[in-house]
């Protein structure tokens, strides 16, 4: 079972100050982790490391987003989730597709179970649940994931619900049929291992490529289930969780060549012998687990990370600037929670004077700017909502009119009618007042706070590691409405979330 650090808070206390020490500790103690949700989510995708890294950066340079250090762990992976829809969903934006592209998808790497398998030496009915992942449905992927490291002992249900951002209810559903989707899958492992491979079998598969498919899983199982002779290959199946309990992380080898400051880090060819398993392969598996595939990466099992990697993140966030003169204060209210990595967006750039002067006075038009607008209490908290997406990978909210009409006209009721709720006395949630201002409601989210008038206090409010964090963290929503109203309790405050219309 995990064990986090009893001086957790005090730790990323110390990470917040820029502590290399303490930043070096979150990421050995984490980056295993980190690699391991990531690189089963993926299946061993080719920009596994990418995400990894992506992730470690932006947990590391947005830590003032968290508000209970206790929870840096849930925090963390729900940032790796993040990375990897996001992820997904800048590759399905790509339309044009380049040849080295399509050499890679010619001759794939191996997937993240073939690095399982071996690397942890797996055999028997570990390997077949190994090799029965593969059988899941796409959408059961991610949840795959953090699954595996619950059964491992390295995440809680909790943890596990709050990174899909479920209910604890919905989460232990949606497990359950994962589960049992997967022990189907282990069904049609043993199936296609047998031999003699069934007669009837072998002429179900006669026109399967090979590939793991819904459809050739639905029809496989189908056949295990009406034929004689493989109607009892699910006989003898011991529960998943307790063949994957105790199975130590994958951690990633890299080269320490890789860490110059801005550097991506990229696996090298592991110059290693590959240690033999101790355990005897699996029946019908084919071989033993060895030999490494020709194209497999490097990659240790437990004990200590190599210290290079954590070198190799923390180059980039603590490389000092190499312009000898120090960057000018911003003047503007400051945003505690803005990256260290992007400039404020408050800063006002420095005229520069002209090369020549024409005339013997300048012209007054052309150097005297108008004085901007204060920004609004709505305005600021949306910087700060922003400012806290963007550390966990997410695309900036979007102000739309309408849901700030939705949300002004809620919180104006609030105080005109002296109740604090989501719901109107009358039944009516946020989704109806978006359709009543004239959004096409999809997905949806609101969130509500009253007393403080400083918007940065109610950032810190909502960033609680729970549904508030959530919402606010949730990168499938891309449009937001912002209201603040004085009444006779404080400011009261409604953010709404939506989707982008349709």
Known sequence: MHRDSTSMPELVGAARTGDAQARERLVCDYLPLVYNVVGRAMDGHADVDDVVQETMFHALEGLDGLREP?????????????????????????????????????DPEPDFVDLTILRLGLSGQRREVA???????????????????????????????????????????????????LE?????????????????LARTVAGWDGRP???WRKRIARHTRDCPACSGRGAGLMPAEGLLAGLALLVPLYGAAQFLPGA?????????????????????????GAAAPAKARAYVVGGALVLAVVLGI????????????AKPAPTAVPHATASAASPSPSATPVQQPPRTSPSPSPTPSRTVRPTPAAAT????????????RGAAGCAP??????????????????????????????????????????????????????????????????????IHQQNMLDCGYRDTGVAAVSGPDGTVWVQDFAGSPS
């Not at 189907?184 to 069934?198: D, E």
């Not at 923390?314 to 003169?325: S, T, Y």
């Not at 706070?449 to 609680?464: H, L, M, S």
């Open 70 to 106: 206790s929870r840096f762990r849930s925090w963390l992976i729900a940032i790796a989730m993040n990375q990897i829809r996001h992820r997904w969903r800048a590759q399905q934006y790509t339309t044009a597709v380049g040849p080295e592209q399509l050499a890679e998808a010619a």
């Open 264 to 288: 991506r880090l990229a696996p090298v060819a592991s110059t290693t012998p590959t240690p033999t398993p101790t355990t005897a392969p699996a029946p019908g598996s084919g071989g033993s």
């Open 184 to 200: 189907v899958g282990r069904i049609v492992v043993r199936a296609l291992a047998a031999r003699p491979l069934c007669g009837e």
């Open 397 to 466: 909210l979007r102000m739309d009119p309408r849901l700030t009409t939705a949300a002004l006209r809620h919180a104006r009721d609030m105080v005109a009618r002296h109740y604090y709720d989501h719901a109107s006395p009358e039944g009516q949630h946020a989704d109806a007042r978006m359709r009543a201002a004239g959004y096409p409601v999809g997905a949806w989210a609101e969130n509500l706070d009253r007393g403080p008038a400083d918007p940065a206090t109610i950032v810190d409010d909502w960033t609680d590691g729970s």
């Open 377 to 388: 209490p709505e305005q600021r908290l949306l910087r700060l909502v922003n400012s806290r």
């Open 213 to 215: 498919a819904p459809v």
């Open 131 to 181: 090799e029965a992942t593969r059988w899941l449905d796409e959408s059961d992927r991610e949840l795959l994931a953090l699954w595996w490291q619950e059964a491992a002992g390295e995440l809680t249900r909790a943890e596990l619900a709050e990174a899909m951002a479920l209910t604890p209810q919905h989460a232990a559903v949606r497990v359950q049929r994962m589960k049992a989707q």
């Open 314 to 325: 923390l180059a980039v966030l603590l490389w000092p600037d190499p312009r000898p003169e």
